[in-house]
């Protein structure tokens, strides 16, 4: 039976089409739904896109938070389904405080669109098991809203338990403390990073092919569990 991964569409939302293809090439049943809904259709996983979701007004995420499919991704997320948020994806997950911390405009006041080299932190999450811990990667990033904050105790706490997922490397691209590129809760089951791993998941259109282990990593989780 295929792994059934949702992806949930925000007005606004970019790139959604790219998680829902990157679902598939890793071998998942990808599946479209709509920030109104509130059945997730019976899906093992969910995947909230970058973009700029209800077109970033107020804050990066703040309304994405009250859509009505967050309501029943909140509680699946509460009970233990793996969620990965990115880019705008991880601006909703902590407007929704399902991830600590916020999503702030980049320190040097520009858009930036690069390819990223990361280090991965954290291996043991349900969307970080097919890497090795201290991995190089390479995959795009480009936020305008991308530099991670909190305050000391958080990001003290983030390092003691281990919960800093992928580090920036060469260069800290927006302001984030501590270089934090992604972060995972205590259960290990959501995951939000700002860099985009569904643009590199294959030779032809990415960098590098080196972000699908995102996907593949919850596919191998779901089947196992």
């Known amino acids: 039976m295929t792994t059934r991964i949702g992806v949930v569409t925000f007005p606004g939302s970019l790139d959604d089409a790219d998680a829902l293809r ?7 049943e990808p599946v479209k739904l709509w920030h109104r ?10 995947v909230l896109p970058g973009g700029f979701s209800y077109g970033d007004y107020l804050r990066c995420g703040a309304i994405a938070r009250f859509s009505p499919v967050m309501g029943t991704v909140i509680e699946q997320a509460r009970a233990g389904m793996p969620v990965l948020g990115i880019c705008n994806g991880f601006q909703v997950l902590c407007e929704s405080h399902l991830l600590p911390g916020a999503l702030t405009r980049n320190d040097h006041l520009h858009f930036v669109c690069r390819d990223q080299r990361l ?3 954290n291996a043991d999450t349900a969307w970080t098991r097919d890497y090795s811990a201290g991995q ?18 958080t990001l003290d706490e983030l390092e003691a338990e281990g919960r800093v997922v992928v580090r920036y490397l060469d260069g800290n691209p927006n302001g984030s403390r501590r270089d934090i590129a992604g972060i995972t809760n205590a259960a290990g089951n959501v995951v939000g990073l700002m860099p985009h791993p569904e643009h590199a998941v294959e030779t032809l259109t990415g ?3 080196e ?13 196992n569990a």
């Open 22 to 28: 990157a679902v598939r090439i890793a071998g998942g």
């Open 37 to 46: 809904d509130t059945d997730l259709h019976q899906v093992d996983a969910v």
């Open 119 to 121: 280090t991965v932190e």
């Open 136 to 153: 190089e990667i390479t995959v795009p990033l480009k936020n305008g809203e991308g530099g991670y904050v909190a305050d000391e105790r």
């Open 207 to 209: 960098p590098t092919t």
């Open 211 to 223: 972000g699908l282990p995102f996907f593949t990593s919850v596919l191998k989780q779901l089947v």
